[in-house]
């Protein structure tokens, strides 16, 4: 059942009456796109809402460019192409500041919502190859020619929250859907090696910020998540690391979406 052609809240009341789920899963192609680095900014938020976004771009939809408008549009319909195509992390975190009302200096590297990073992909979005810009954060040197190569979504740009129930979350992980989130942070996640579980902080007082990161399955057996992160190929288990479904259903979360 498509969760684009009923009421939302129907979908998850059905959610709730279903019980059987694999022990394990991880969504289909996961690592179709390659792991970014956002290195020493803060722009976990274009990191996370890229992957899902390029995610549906690679595996749901097909990218068409338009010769009349000269712009890259996606096709409902997969075909077998065979160029992937990905959006501009760093495009995502320019234009998501933007409309966070923090873009009035270029280089303020201080963050954004994930609202604002979702809002983003409806008209903002860039293929990374033309986004040329040298840093992770400031106006590419080409960016008044950079109307021609964005991507117009006819498709794929509704986001839905996702309420912290662990059967819904599972039914949409299942269903292939990616979910975004945010975390309140202590010191582990920088430390945590291959195997390890990220286990929810004791208290506020642990929490050292917040931090962007999308889940794309879970292990049954570890009662845990497997998520991916934006801390490059070297990190935890290429990328991807466990985090306790306690931590995920507590309070140290928010901005639970999917995009569809």
Not at 32 to 52: D, E, F
Not at 96 to 110: F, G, H
Not at 230 to 239: E, R
Not at 242 to 253: D, G, V
């Amino acid at each position: 059942m498509e969760i684009d052609t009923i009421n939302k809240k129907q979908y998850e009341r059905i959610i709730l009456f279903n019980t059987i789920y694999p022990k394990n899963y991880f969504i289909k192609d996961y690592d179709i796109v390659p792991i970014g680095k956002q290195n020493k900014t803060n722009n976990c938020v274009g990191h996370a809402v890229s992957y899902l976004i390029n995610y549906q771009i690679n595996t749901i939809y097909t990218v068409h460019k338009n010769d009349q408008t000269n712009l890259y549009e996606l096709i409902s319909e997969k075909n077998n192409q065979k160029e992937k195509y990905f959006v501009s992390a760093s495009s995502i975190y320019y234009f998501a500041r933007k409309s966070d009302d923090i873009e009035s200096n270029d280089n303020a590297d201080i963050g954004t919502k994930i609202f604002y990073g979702l809002e983003s992909i409806r008209s903002n979005m860039v293929l990374e190859k033309y986004w040329l810009s040298n840093r992770h954060i400031s106006k590419p040197s080409n960016y008044d020619s950079l109307t021609k190569f964005k991507i117009n979504l006819s498709y794929g740009n509704n986001f839905f929250s996702v309420p912290k129930n662990l059967k819904i979350i599972k039914n949409y992980l299942c269903s292939n859907r990616p979910i975004i989130l945010g975390i309140n942070i202590n010191d582990q996640i920088f430390n945590l090696k291959f195997g390890q579980v990220l286990k929810c902080p004791k208290n506020l007082t642990e929490i050292k910020g917040a931090h962007a990161i999308v889940l794309i399955g879970y292990i049954s057996e570890l009662n845990s998540f497997v998520a991916r992160n934006s801390f490059g190929i070297n990190y935890c288990a290429q990328g991807y690391f466990l985090i306790s479904y306690n931590y995920i259903l507590s309070s140290f979360t928010y901005d639970l979406f999917i995009i569809v």
